[in-house]
């Protein structure tokens, strides 16, 4: 058995937060899957059903995100798992919008939620990191997070939480992980990138202004 635990914060004023894409994540996966309705158990809303051959406990904290190792450890412990069969979909701000990594152990690089999860059961779980992007400035992280998905956004975050969904059974396996991150970069790749207009261009009249990079440290959050 695998525990899928999406982190956010419960409320509706919290729903379309940045902050929430983890319970997003868990919330597209049940809707996927098939799994049962959600029901409060373990300081937190709990749905069981199957991916694959595997039976999997998708878990949604309503501890808000700095206490959420509290309803994980609960749930961990109550079924005797160990941190291995633990799997954390979270916000990402030094992941670019719509790209998808896998860790296991590591710091908390900020992330309120983490920590508090560490402090509860160990560093020993996998986290899906779900990139949200920074906003460049770490003063500005809390606002950015707690802030809803502008519109524009919805056009990597639609497709992105649905290969998350799709492809959940590949987090099974090491092997499978690649494959996890390779379909959801597909998936988001026409919307992250501009078309390619083969052919000849005209030439521009003014020199093509250069990029410049922001910071991307991460802040508490």
């Not at 878990?59 to 959420?68: A, D, F, H, I, Q």
């Amino acid at each position: 058995m695998y525990i899928f635990a999406g982190l956010g914060n419960p409320g509706r004023d919290y729903a379309g937060n940045r902050h929430n894409i983890g319970f997003m994540a868990v919330d597209e996966i049940a809707r996927r899957h098939s799994f049962g309705p959600w029901r409060s158990r373990f300081s937190g809303e709990i749905a069981e059903g199957r991916i694959g051959n595997q039976k999997v406990m998708l878990l949604k904290p309503m501890t808000y995100m700095n206490r959420s190792g509290q309803s994980v450890g609960e749930a961990m412990r109550f079924y005797k798992l160990t941190p291995a069969d633990v799997i954390v979909l979270h916000d990402e701000l030094d992941i670019l919008p719509g790209r998808v990594r896998i860790k296991k152990g590591g710091g908390h690089g900020g992330h309120n939620g983490l920590r508090d999860i560490d402090d509860h059961i160990g560093k020993d779980y996998q986290r899906v990191r779900l990139g949200i992007g920074h906003p460049g400035d770490k003063d500005r992280v809390t606002g950015y997070v707690l802030a809803d998905f502008a519109k524009a956004e919805q056009a990597w975050l639609e497709p992105m939480l649905d290969m998350v969904a799709r492809c959940a059974g590949h987090l099974f396996s090491e092997k499978g992980q690649s494959q996890f991150m390779n379909e959801v970069a597909k998936a988001v790749a026409p919307v992250l990138k501009p078309p390619v207009t083969k052919g000849p261009r005209e030439p521009s009249p003014q020199p093509a202004s250069s990029q410049t990079s922001t910071d991307t440290s991460t802040g508490d959050r």
